[in-house]
C-alpha cells in the first residue's frame, strides 16, 4: 500500500505560479513512476506530468515549457506551475506507480483556481 498527500493548490491570478507537493508513505521503495493528473469541472482526468524513478520526465502539450516535474527522494515529488492559465483551473491528483503489482495509487487532489 502506498499513501500520498498533496499539498499545495489555492487560488492564484492569471500569470501566477503554484508549487504542488506530494509525499509518499507506506510501500514507498516500491514505487516507479509519479506524476500529476489534473481533471477541471466537465472534463475527463488527463496527465499533467510524470517522472520516471530514473528521472525521465514527459509532460502534456499543454503545460509544456509553463510545468516542471520534479522528484527530489524516493517518495517526494514536486509540480512548478508558472505562467499559470484560467484554463489550468482543475483538482490535481498525485500518483504512484508500484512495480511488480503494477497498481496504481491516488492521493485525495489538491484544487488549483486561476483567476483572470
Known amino acids: 500500500q502506498v499513501q500520498l498527500v498533496e499539498s499545495g493548490g489555492g487560488l492564484v491570478q492569471a500569470g501566477g505560479s503554484l508549487r504542488l507537493s506530494c509525499v509518499a508513505s507506506g510501500n514507498i521503495f516500491r514505487i516507479n513512476a509519479m506524476g500529476w493528473y489534473r481533471r477541471a469541472p466537465g472534463k475527463q482526468r488527463e496527465l499533467v506530468a510524470g517522472i520516471t524513478k530514473g528521472g525521465n520526465t514527459n509532460y502534456a502539450d499543454s503545460v509544456k515549457g509553463r510545468f516542471t516535474i520534479s522528484r527530489d527522494n524516493v517518495n517526494t515529488v514536486y509540480l512548478q506551475m508558472n505562467s499559470l492559465k484560467p484554463e489550468d483551473t482543475a483538482t490535481y491528483y498525485c500518483?504512484?506507480?508500484?512495480?511488480?503489482?503494477?497498481?496504481?495509487?491516488w492521493g485525495k487532489g489538491t484544487q488549483v483556481t486561476v483567476s483572470s
Open positions: 500518483a504512484a506507480d508500484v512495480a511488480i503489482s503494477g497498481s496504481r495509487y
